[in-house]
Structure formats: C-alpha cells, structure tokens
C-alpha cells in the first residue's frame, strides 16, 4: 500500500503581483498563511514544499525521480501538476528551455534501460490532450473524439490512440514537440499563453528476459512472460475566475469544461481520501479525465501530485483551495503491484521450470532426510543397547542384594533364633549341647544306692516286722531315687523343672548381635554354602533323632506301667497284713500309722505317675519338622 506523494511547489511574485505583497510563508514541509492570526493560523503540512528560490531539477529530484524510475521495475506510474491558472504547472512539467519533469524523466529512464542487463525493452508513446470533454490525438491531429474502454488485460485505455515506438531519448522529445504544436493554447487576463486543456504523455514500457539466439538451452530455459507498466506525465490545465481571466465566448466554454473535469477530479480524491471503498460509488466516469487516470487514483499505480500555487495575496483564496486538494490526495492510498503479461505457453514452461526446481529442492530435503533417518536409526540403536545392558547390570545388581540380603537373614535368623520362621520356612535350629537336653528315666539298676528289694519279700508274712519297720522308714526318709522299687516318679518332676529352666534360659538369652557389615558377609559367602548344605542335612537326622527318642519314651512308658502294677500289687499285699493283725501292740500301732502314712503317699505317688503316663502318650507321638 503507497500513499500519493503530494508536494507544493511556489512560483516568484510577477510584476502584477508585487504591488500586492506575499501573504504565506514557508517552514519545512508547512506553509502558513501570513494573514490569519497566531491563534488561528492555517498551515498545511505536506511530504515537500518548494520555495521561489528552489528550481526544477530539486523538484524532480524529491518528488518524481523515483516513481518514474519503478515504472523499468513493472510498476505504473503517474505524475501530474495541479494548480489555478498561471500558477507554473507547464513551467514545472515542461520547463523553459527542455530542463522540465517530462524531459528529465524520459533520459532517465533510457539511462536507467542502459544499465539494466539480461533484459530486453520495448517503449511505446502516445500523446493526447482532454479538450472541452473530447480526447485528441496530438500525434495525429485528425482523430478527434477518441473513446475509453476497459479491458481485464489492458485495463483502461483509448481507443484508436497512436503509439509510437520510439528507441531513444531525442525521438521521444521530438514527438512531444510535434504534439505540443498541436496542443490548444490561448491568451487571457493572467496568461499570455494560458493551457486551454488537459494534456496527457504515456509511455508503456514492455520488458522480458533477454536470451541470445545461439543460446538454445537457455531460450529453453526462459519463460517468455513480459512486463508491462505505463507511465502517464499529466499536465492539466488550470481552474480559473472569469472575473479574473475575462475569458468570453471559445475562452469561456474552454474554462467551463477545464473547470468541471477540475471539479470531478477534487469529488473522486475527497471520496478516495474519506474511504472509498467503504463509501462505495467513486465517479469515474463523470470526466474524461479521471476515467483515464482512473488506475492512479485508488489504483494500480505509483503517484506523485505537485501542487502549484502563487504566494501573492490577490489569489489567497485559490491558494487555499489547491492547499485543500493537496492535503486530501495526501490521504488517498495506492495498491502498486508489478505488472506481468505472460501466455498459456509461457505459463506452462514457467510451472515446468518451477516443478523441476521443486524436484530438485524435494530430492535435495529426501537426502539430508534419509541420511538423518539413518542417523537417528543408528542411536535409536544405540540407545537401546544401553538401555538393555544398564537394565541387565540393575538386576544382577538386584539379584546380587536379595541374595545378600537372604544369606545375611540365614546367618542372622540361624545365629540368633533357633525357632525363627523365615519366608514362610523355618530356619534350621543348631544343635543342642548335651548339658541342655532333657534327662529321661529309664529303669538301671546302676542308679539304686541299696540292694533290690524284692517283691515276694514283701508279702511274706514271716518278715521281721521290726526289719519291714527300719526298711519303710528308710524308705520314707531315702532319696527317690535310691528306692530299692523302680525310679520313682519324682525324678519325672526333676526332669520337667530342667525342661523349663531350658526353656527360661533360652528366652532370656539375648539374640546374638548381626553382622556388621556387609563386606564381611561377602567373605563368608563360600563358607556360608557350605554351613546351607549342612544345615540341610541337619532336619533329617533330627526327624531320625525324633523317632528314636519316641521308641524311647514307648520303652519308658511300658516300663513305667509295669511299674505301676507292682505298686499296686505292694499296696495291696500291706493292707492284707493290716488286716490280719486283730491285737497289735502300741509299737505295732505306730508302725501300722507309718505303713498307712507310706500308703498315702504311694498313691499319690501312683496317681501322678498316672498323670504323667498320659501326658507321655501325648508326646510319644513325633512332631514333623519341615525341612528346608
């Protein structure tokens, strides 16, 4: 988007005007109008603001160099001086002597074509002028009323216009000299050669891509599409008073028409410069002049406005009106754009070469890609290789610590507890001292003090009942185990004492303290499989060791009974005695008193043997011991 570049350029006071004195003043890009007040001084504000001192080759330098020189790059161009009547506009585009914006513009762009390699121009003029609402061809005088048409390729343009093809700077002046012959002019109050119409130069210059003949590769290679642009220097005529021109008759409806186009052309910028396109309808079409310019205002082109006005007080209120012109076109926006003409055929070589470039381009990006595939398939690799083996190190790492960890509980668990569960299984229990077992009976005769006493002795009546006296009382008084009968049952009691003073010894013993550390279990690690094995072995013989102690107690039970029925056969025989004798003396009596105390206490010593049978038998049976 390109805003119209809008610049003011004023022109001395003539001998007219001097009398009357300059009424603004200039600071920068601002003029100021010098009569209003300091409260309420105008100013415009514009992009260039030319003073009297300042000559032409400044003014095209800052206003129209570049837009004349975008039209080689494709781009349309415009350039046109506005302003009232005998304020310099053909003094600013044409010049006094050759030294004007048209000249100047036209060498620059053969200057500029020059300097451009690998192209090839075609520059083609044409010449017309808007008078009284009728187009005229100034390059051949006799085709008069020309008329406008639009084309979707061409755009705007008139129809039957010539055009010249031209090859150099000179031929083109020397056509805009012939036209100029042809021009209306004409003489009035304030202009001795006043412009009676609208004067338009086009140029079309058509460019495309030079390929040398012998060269067939690259004319095969070239797309044959060609730029076209225009560049249209305006020089309108300008608005005027009748009160002040004194025009009558052919000057009047001269100055009617040029006033009316002027009018058209301040309607279409106020719209432009207020948004046209939200506003909608622009009137074009009401000017042969703005219809032809239609594509440089609002359009596809590059413009340039160079307002023209005097500084003397007689024409303020003109003055103003062109400031107001200029500072709304400085409002209107362009759409530039390069301008391209290409065929079917040169369509379809242009996509051709643009595919193969595509082509290159995709097999350029599919070989970094696969390399880089190949890349990131190797680490991919890599990385899961090292990913396996540090999963592999953490579980032999793992394994390597349970096992740790379960050789240190055995060792721990066997040391300490001997009835420890662990894991469901029990620990293997080291093996008893001989001093903690429990001591079992048995009948030996080696452990009796005394002679055997037999039964049968017993109850003879013919025993001495002094000697049956002394034997009970000893007896009575004699270790149990010393008894002349079977080991009595006291020592049964003994045993079961020791059994618990085991068993309160064991739970007061305090746990044997772990190892330390584990370095040190790593170093029993050979002997500790060695201590697995045998601890393995150590269930069975203990299951053997049962068994064998359970065949005991069925021996000691056995014997244990025989036992009892001696007893009972002993008691019974002394209370046959008891009742045999009818007259027993005072020492009988006290005799008899001491057999009845023994007889109590035999049977309550058979009632406990009793007891303990029972509990016997309910040991016999072996408990199994689960091996691990």
């Excluded at 260039?48 to 975008?70: M, R």
């Excluded at 008139?158 to 020397?174: N, P, R």
């Excluded at 004194?246 to 186009?261: D, F, P, Q, T, Y």
């Excluded at 020592?491 to 068993?503: K, M, Q, R, V």
């Amino acid at each position: 988007m390109d805003k119209i570049s809008v610049s003011v350029r004023i022109r001395p006071l003539n001998r007219d005007e001097e009398c009357s004195g300059e009424s603004w003043r200039v600071s920068d890009n601002t003029i100021i109008y010098k009569a209003s007040s300091s409260q309420n001084a105008i100013s415009y504000c514009l992009d260039n603001v030319f003073g009297p001192e300042a000559d032409t080759t400044t003014v095209y330098e800052k206003t129209a160099k570049d837009t004349v020189l975008s039209v080689i790059q494709g781009f349309n161009g415009t350039l046109f001086a506005y302003g009232q009547t005998s304020s310099g506009k053909t003094h600013t585009m044409r010049g006094a002597t050759g030294e004007g914006i048209v000249p100047r513009s036209v060498r620059d762009i053969f200057a500029k074509i020059e300097t451009v390699a690998g192209r090839e121009y075609l520059l083609r003029v044409s010449y017309m002028e808007i008078y009284n609402e009728q187009i005229r061809d100034l390059l051949r005088p006799s085709k008069c009323q020309l008329q406008v048409h639009e084309d979707p390729y061409r755009g705007v343009y008139v129809s039957g216009l010539h055009e010249e093809i031209v090859s150099s700077a000179d031929q083109v002046l020397q056509l805009m000299e012939s036209g100029e012959l042809n021009r209306h002019v004409g003489e009035t109050n304030m202009n001795l050669r006043s412009s009676r119409s609208h004067t338009i130069f086009r140029m079309v210059v058509e460019s495309r891509e030079y390929v040398p003949a012998a060269d067939a590769d690259a004319q095969d290679q070239t797309c044959d599409a060609v730029m076209v642009s225009t560049l249209n220097l305006v020089d309108l005529a300008g608005s005027e008073r009748v009160r002040k021109t004194g025009a009558e008759g052919a000057r009047l409806k001269e100055g009617v028409h040029i006033n009316k186009s002027l009018s058209v052309l301040g309607t279409v910028i106020n719209k432009l410069s207020e948004g046209g396109d939200k506003l909608g309808y622009i009137p074009y079409r009401d000017s042969k002049l703005t219809r032809i310019l239609q594509p440089a205002l609002g359009g596809n082109a590059r413009t340039s406005v160079i307002a023209c006005i005097t500084p003397s007080s007689l024409h303020a209120d003109e003055t103003k009106g062109t400031l107001q012109f200029a500072c709304r076109a400085k409002c209107v926006t362009n759409s530039a754009c390069q301008n391209e003409v290409i065929s079917d055929t040169a369509i379809m070589k242009r996509q051709t070469f643009e595919i193969a470039e595509l082509r290159q381009k995709l097999r350029e990006v599919n070989e970094g890609y696969e390399e880089e595939k190949q890349q990131n398939q190797q680490k991919i690799l890599q990385l899961s290789e090292e990913h396996c083996e540090k999963v592999k190190r953490q579980n032999e790492m793992q394994a390597l610590q349970a096992k740790i960890e379960n050789l240190s509980r055995m060792l721990l668990i066997g040391i300490s507890d001997p009835n420890a569960q662990q894991d469901g299984k029990y620990a293997p229990s080291p093996t008893k001292n001989k001093e903690s077992r429990r001591v079992t009976w048995c009948p030996d005769v080696r452990r009796r003090k005394g002679p055997p006493i037999p039964l049968q002795d017993l109850s003879n009546q013919q025993m001495d009942f002094k000697s049956c006296e002394t034997s009970c009382r000893d007896l009575s008084t004699t270790d149990k185990r010393d008894f002349g009968l079977p080991p009595p049952f006291g020592n049964l009691n003994s045993s079961f004492e020791a059994e618990e003073d085991y068993a309160s010894e064991n739970r007061a013993r305090p746990p044997q303290q772990p190892v330390p550390a584990i370095e040190e279990q790593l170093d029993m690690w050979e002997e500790a499989e060695s201590t697995s094995e045998m601890r393995a072995e150590a269930p069975r013989q203990a299951m053997a060791a049962i068994k064998k102690q359970a065949d005991l107690w069925a021996v000691a039970e056995s014997a244990s009974k025989r036992k009892s029925e001696l007893l009972k056969n002993s008691v019974h025989a002394l209370q046959e005695d008891l009742a045999s004798w009818t007259e027993p003396e005072s020492e009988s009596e006290i005799q008899v008193e001491m057999l009845q105390q023994q007889i109590q206490s035999l049977t309550e010593q058979l009632q406990q043997a009793e007891t303990h049978i029972s509990s016997l038998e309910d040991k016999v049976i072996p408990q199994e011991v689960p091996l691990q």
